[in-house]
């Protein structure tokens, strides 16, 4: 369709992250200063550097040696951040953390699977930071996805005004794939593994997802049961 190219041809030309447009969202869920925070799937660890104004020691993963290598090539040795080549989906070193974030991969994993790791992962009374992407199928996310239209040509206008050529953010140079889970059943699934989870949907084809592991929490093993 003429339009539908043409508005391609405009976002290419006038590119941003709709992913760092969450970071300061993100920050503001944390506490002032924790101990170890984890980033999976940290692509170009802009975020795994901005949790360090945070935490004492932030570890960055992601399954992809080229991204971890631009992610180790953009981060001040005095920085507390080390970064990984790592499966999300088995890495298991270091836990407990205070801080758990991931952003624009968990519909890289298998949704249970990992929901029940982070889970498990968190230290007592620390937090899950997610942002991420579904299968729109509810009114409220195609209403939401309407309205991102021209905000997202204004905001791609603003963010290139004046550049001759346009910058595209290493971050985006992450590796990507489309989100295959519907909403409603994401929905279902968080609050059956992560009861009392506060889940938003947002403006940029998003999601945003905050849990805090209470002390006490029991052994999530058992939640394992249903898979995708
Ligand atoms: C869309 S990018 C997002 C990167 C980064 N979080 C950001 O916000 O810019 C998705 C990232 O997830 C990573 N990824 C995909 N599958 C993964 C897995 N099984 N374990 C760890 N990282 C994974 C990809 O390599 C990619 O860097």
């Known amino acids: 369709m003429p339009l539908l190219d043409a508005l391609a041809r405009f976002n290419d030309a006038h590119p941003w992250s709709h992913n760092a447009h969450f970071h300061p969202w993100i920050l503001r869920q944390l506490p002032r200063h924790c101990d170890r925070a984890l980033d999976v799937g940290c692509g170009s660890g802009d975020l795994a550097r901005l949790l360090a104004t945070r935490a004492g020691h932030v570890h960055g993963i992601d399954s992809d040696e080229r ?113 295959d889970v519907p909403y409603t059943e994401f929905a279902r699934e968080v609050r059956r593994v992560l009861p009392g989870a506060r889940l938003r949907r947002r403006l940029f084809w998003r999601y945003t997802l905050v849990w805090k592991k209470v002390r006490g929490d029991v052994d999530p093993g058992t939640l394992r049961t249903t898979q995708r």
């Open 67 to 179: 991204i971890i290598g631009k992610a180790r090539e953009s981060t001040d040795p005095g920085l507390p951040v080390t970064f990984a080549v790592a499966d999300g989906r088995s890495y298991d070193q270091g836990a407990p953390y205070d801080v758990i974030t991931c952003v624009a991969v968990l519909h890289h994993l298998p949704l249970t699977e990992a929901l029940v790791r982070f889970r498990e992962q968190l230290a007592p009374g620390g937090i899950l930071v997610v942002v991420g992407l579904t299968r729109e199928d509810t009114r409220v996310q195609t209403l939401l996805g309407l309205a991102s239209v021209p905000l997202n040509l204004v905001t791609g206008w603003i963010k290139n005004r004046g550049r001759t050529a346009p910058r595209r953010p290493v971050a985006m140079t992450a590796p990507t794939r489309p989100a």
